[in-house]
């Protein structure tokens, strides 16, 4: 069976772009392979805490030598870690604010991304402890980001590239759902791109003759 780790990150909930097309990502998956057993973490009902100082020490003590208030600090992070170790597939859907990820989403990055325990410091740089898998990142804008219509920088392309490369995760792909703002048909269009988009990137398999033997 797949594992599949649906993260959302925007504070609109049910109303949310990014959450809706990370809906109809799911449901393409589904209809691809119907076992697929799908984790949901709403970083927008649910943050993770801002690292702290007792975070910050802990991190730095090997693992057999904390104390129990450092592993207590490190919980959190535990099982976040954990829950994107188990994940066969990874979809994360994020709105863009003030031209990066959401604080929410920060604050997942620093509960997960942890030096000598999802990466390690090497002479030629970090490197990634949790293995490749399939990342979809959808990305929701009020504005133009992505190429001449841009007018405004993308800060979140790049860095959730370079965070998860970190990580050690490296197939990922984005959908930008970009100049929502204004746009009174905003739920048609998210729908109508992300269905197109889903068709180039996951067609559904033809389905298959029945045999008239
Ligand atoms: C605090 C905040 C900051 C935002 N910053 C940007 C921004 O830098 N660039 C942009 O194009 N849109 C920005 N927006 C607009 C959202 O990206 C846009 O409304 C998006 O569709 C929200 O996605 P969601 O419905 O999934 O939350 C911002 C919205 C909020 C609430």
């Known amino acids: 069976m797949t594992s599949v780790l649906a993260i959302a990150c925007s504070p609109a909930g049910a109303r949310s772009a990014s959450g809706t097309a990370g809906d109809l990502l799911l449901e393409r998956l ?114 133009r980001v992505i190429g001449d219509l841009a007018r405004q920088p993308d800060f979140l392309t790049p860095y959730l590239t370079a965070v998860l490369a970190t990580l050690g995760i490296r197939t990922v792909r984005f959908l930008h759902l970009e100049g929502l703002g204004a746009d009174p048909a905003k739920a048609a269009r998210v729908a109508a791109e992300t269905r197109a988009w889903l068709d180039a990137q996951l067609p559904l398999p033809r389905p298959t003759a029945l045999s008239d033997g």
């Open 30 to 143: 589904r209809a691809r392979d119907p076992d697929i057993a799908v984790v949901r973490r709403d970083l927008g009902v649910t943050p993770p805490a801002f690292v702290d100082a007792g975070f910050a020490a802990a991190m730095l003590v090997t693992e057999g030598e904390r104390t129990a208030g450092q592993t207590a600090a490190l919980a959190e992070s535990e099982c976040l870690i954990a829950e994107l170790e188990a994940t066969d597939l990874l979809v994360l859907s994020t709105p863009m604010h003030n031209f990066t990820v959401p604080a929410v989403l920060k604050a997942w990055i620093d509960q997960v991304l942890r030096v000598e325990r999802t990466f390690r410091r090497t002479p030629a740089g970090k490197v990634g402890g949790l293995r490749d898998r399939p990342t979809y990142v959808v990305v929701a804008s009020g504005g």
